[in-house]
């Protein structure tokens, strides 16, 4: 089976600019997960999305969201950049059970300046 | 509030010597563990995971981990360390009564020869 598969790999956004990221799960997968990763906060949980519905959510501000479409493949938004804002952002696909482990694919790297 | 603490931010050891990384969690009710390794610019992989039963879990690339219920630990080791071992390696906990999965801060682990 393919992997998770993230697009764009690589991204340069000015600050204020949005930007949508994208993420297509391993077939049959009806979890995406999402999650922002940097050297200082490590790993955060954005959100979670099952069958098209957000079932968790993290703790970040409502420039972030997200959406799952009926295939499981999912986008997140993030509005209104900020610096802060740069870092690797992971998706991470699942069969959605509990106990079911997270399969990541190879983020993406923003960077706003 | 569920929580995971790795309280060494790096481990050092010598190529075939013995390789332990830390874990400890804070969850309500029983847990369900995982254990993630993370190389340069790439995504989380899946070693292995605790659901129940044995205390003593095998995973991928020789990797094992000892869930301990009374010390609320799930320690990752290894009996003899390959310098490819080198990497960031993160544990995780998700309580089964469902919520978000919640990562440690991650333990950089080099392997010298």
């Known amino acids: 089976k393919a992997g998770v598969t993230q697009t764009p790999r690589y991204l340069i956004k000015t600050r204020g600019q949005q930007v949508t990221l994208s993420c297509s799960p391993i077939?049959?997968?009806?979890?995406v997960s999402w999650y922002q990763q940097t050297p200082g906060q490590g790993l955060q949980f954005l959100f979670e999305?099952?069958?098209?519905?957000?079932?968790n959510k993290g703790n970040f501000p409502g420039r972030f969201s997200g959406r799952q479409f009926s295939n499981s493949r999912s986008e997140m938004n993030v509005s209104t950049l900020e610096l802060g804002d740069s870092a690797l952002y992971l998706c991470?696909?699942?069969?959605?059970?509990?106990?079911?482990?997270?399969?990541f694919g190879n983020g993406t790297r923003l960077t706003v300046t | 509030a569920q929580s995971v603490a790795q309280p060494e931010d790096q481990v050092n050891v010598a190529e075939g010597n013995p390789l332990t990384v830390k874990c400890t969690y804070s969850?309500?009710?029983?847990?369900?563990l995982f254990w993630y390794v993370q190389y340069p610019n790439r995504g989380l992989q899946f070693l292995l995971k605790?659901?129940?039963?044995?205390?003593l879990v095998k995973g991928s690339y020789g990797f094992e981990a000892e869930f301990n219920k009374s010390q609320t630990s799930f320690h990752l080791k290894k009996p003899s360390a390959l310098v490819s071992d080198s990497a960031l390696y993160f544990c995780?906990?998700?309580?089964?009564?469902?919520?978000?999965?919640?990562f440690g801060g991650g333990t950089r682990v080099l392997v010298k020869p």
């Open positions: 969850v309500s009710g029983n847990p369900y």
């Open positions: 605790y659901i129940t039963g044995d205390n």
């Open positions: 991470a696909s699942s069969e959605g059970q509990d106990n079911s482990p997270l399969h």
């Open positions: 999305y099952f069958s098209e519905t957000q079932r």
């Open positions: 077939s049959g997968h009806r979890s």
């Open positions: 995780a906990v998700r309580p089964t009564a469902g919520n978000k999965l919640t």
